[in-house]
């Protein structure tokens, strides 16, 4: 069974910075791609940042310049670092991975649970 286990997140002023990591546990074949995706109250969840295995990397208009995503490919961990964070950053993140279990080697989305950050004004 994999799982996504997501740590980070908090409450920062704005201009301030945060880092989320996501790892993936559990029976693991390979990583085809990891990222972030946030939902704020009342709207829908939008795309922050993915990165896959080869190293391709995009990331959502509104967090270019700001947000970083890396990956630890070692320890099948994504990271995402959020400087100058603004109010409008404000949401729910989630970990997305679609990835390849070590059991069955199907191919499956996956979420984390979901962790807060609050930028405050």
């Known amino acids: 069974q994999v799982r996504l286990v997501e740590s980070g997140g908090g409450l920062v002023q704005a201009g301030g910075s945060l880092r989320l990591s996501c790892a993936a546990v559990g029976s693991i074949f390979s990583i085809n791609a990891m990222g972030w995706y946030r939902q704020a109250p009342g709207k829908q969840r939008e795309s922050v940042a993915t990165?896959?295995?080869?190293?391709?990397?995009n990331y959502a208009d509104s967090v270019k310049g700001r947000f970083t995503i890396s990956r630890d490919n070692a320890k099948n961990t994504v990271y995402l670092q959020m400087n100058s964070l603004k109010p409008e950053d404000t949401a729910v993140y989630y970990c997305?991975?679609?990835?390849?279990?070590?059991?069955?080697?199907?191919?499956?989305?996956?979420w984390g649970q979901g962790t807060q950050v609050t930028v405050s004004s």
């Open positions: 990165i896959t295995s080869g190293g391709g990397i």
């Open positions: 997305h991975g679609n990835i390849i279990d070590g059991d069955y080697r199907w191919t499956r989305e996956y």
